[in-house]
């Protein structure tokens, strides 16, 4: 009779101290990203840019614009942007593939990102 309160605060025991999971925290992109000098990014492939957010029908949400030798703007439109660098003016530096496939709005050209730092 004894034994039974004893196995069933043991059983109770075992279950709840197996299902406790740890929670993997949510990195801040800045707080992972080393302030590094331009000159050092640019020979290592990569290229500034801004994020810029637009809300005009048929165009991209989410688009980075790269000022070209020119002075022209090009506009890039990021297939696999993270939802932290969603923000509208945040200045990147940014290593791209562009993609053949067709573009998902009229001025800028479909990449995937492959790295991002924030500057």
């Known amino acids: 009779m004894i034994l039974k309160p004893i196995y069933i605060a043991l059983f109770i025991f075992t279950v709840s101290s197996c299902n406790s999971t740890k929670e993997k ?7 992972t990203v080393k302030k590094i000098k331009t000159a050092e990014l640019i020979p290592e492939g990569f290229t500034a840019g801004v994020i810029q957010e637009s809300t005009k029908k048929g165009d991209c949400l989410f688009t980075i614009t ?3 030798e020119g002075g022209e703007p090009l506009y890039f439109d990021p297939i696999n942007l993270d939802e932290a ?3 509208n003016g945040l200045a ?3 290593k791209y593939r562009p993609l053949r496939m067709m573009n998902r709005c009229q001025r800028a ?9 924030i500057y």
């Open 66 to 68: 790269v000022t070209s």
């Open 92 to 94: 990147v530096f940014f």
């Open 109 to 117: 050209n479909p990449v995937e990102i492959q790295e991002i730092l």
């Open 25 to 31: 925290p949510i990195q801040n992109p800045k707080s």
């Open 85 to 87: 660098y969603k923000k």
